[in-house]
């Protein structure tokens, strides 16, 4: 799956004020890996990520905000989804059932998942049944970069980067 720019800002940007404001997330981007029976067991929403929408869906007393959102593409494509807790005994004894159902989605498939503590406000993402917890927003967006977008158009943008310094003055 091909994500555009956009959906990775409006998620960075939808995070941080969650996590300020300690609203829990589990927010899972689709990849190689279909979680069409996961969709299943939410709402389909079908609509264009947004940093609003995001916020709305996961808003506390919402009668979406305690499942998954899954996205695919640059589309939510359903909220408020049941996902597998994983059951690996060498994860913290701290971490609840949000934590859980991320690492476990990330265990049964390559998606790449994003989840914010309710209880103390701290961004995780869940890769491949890895957990990389206490991110900042910066390191946030540079992980969902380099997982999510596509890699010929990362290419590009580095070669136009590499572009863009040699013409500001090297040589001259």
Same mark, same amino acid.
């Given at each position: 799956?091909?994500? /555009? /720019?956009?959906?990775?800002?409006?998620?960075?940007?939808?995070?941080?004020?969650?996590?300020?404001?300690?609203?829990?997330?589990?927010?899972?981007?689709?990849?190689?890996?279909?979680? *069409?029976?996961?969709?299943?067991?939410?709402?389909?929403?079908?609509?264009?990520?947004?940093?609003?929408?995001? &916020?709305?869906?996961?808003?506390?007393?919402?009668?979406? @905000? *305690?499942?998954?959102?899954?996205?695919?593409?640059?589309?939510?494509?359903?909220?408020?989804?049941?996902?597998?807790?994983? *059951?690996?005994? @060498?994860?913290?004894?701290?971490?609840?059932?949000? @934590? &859980?159902?991320?690492?476990?989605?990330?265990?049964?498939?390559?998606?790449?998942?994003?989840?914010?503590?309710?209880?103390?406000?701290?961004?995780?993402? /869940?890769?491949?049944?890895?957990?990389?917890? @206490?991110?900042?927003?910066?390191?946030?967006?540079?992980?969902?970069?380099?997982?999510?977008?596509?890699?010929?158009?990362?290419?590009?943008?580095?070669?136009?980067?590499?572009? *863009?310094?040699?013409?500001?003055?090297?040589?001259?």
């Amino acid at each position: 799956m091909v994500f /555009a /720019a956009e959906s990775i800002s409006a998620t960075v940007q939808a995070c941080e004020i969650m996590s300020r404001e300690r609203v829990g997330v589990l927010l899972i981007f689709e990849r190689e890996t279909p979680l *069409d029976e996961y969709f299943k067991t939410g709402t389909i929403v079908d609509a264009q990520l947004s940093e609003q929408l995001l &916020r709305n869906l996961f808003f506390k007393n919402s009668p979406l @905000h *305690d499942g998954a959102v899954i996205v695919r593409g640059g589309r939510v494509a359903a909220a408020g989804c049941v996902m597998p807790l994983s *059951d690996n005994p @060498h994860l913290p004894s701290d971490l609840g059932t949000r @934590h &859980r159902a991320g690492v476990g989605t990330s265990e049964v498939s390559d998606a790449v998942v994003v989840i914010v503590s309710e209880e103390n406000g701290t961004i995780s993402v /869940a890769i491949g049944g890895m957990l990389k917890r @206490h991110l900042s927003p910066d390191m946030l967006r540079k992980l969902l970069e380099n997982e999510l977008l596509d890699s010929e158009k990362q290419e590009k943008s580095r070669l136009a980067a590499i572009r *863009d310094m040699w013409k500001g003055g090297a040589g001259k």
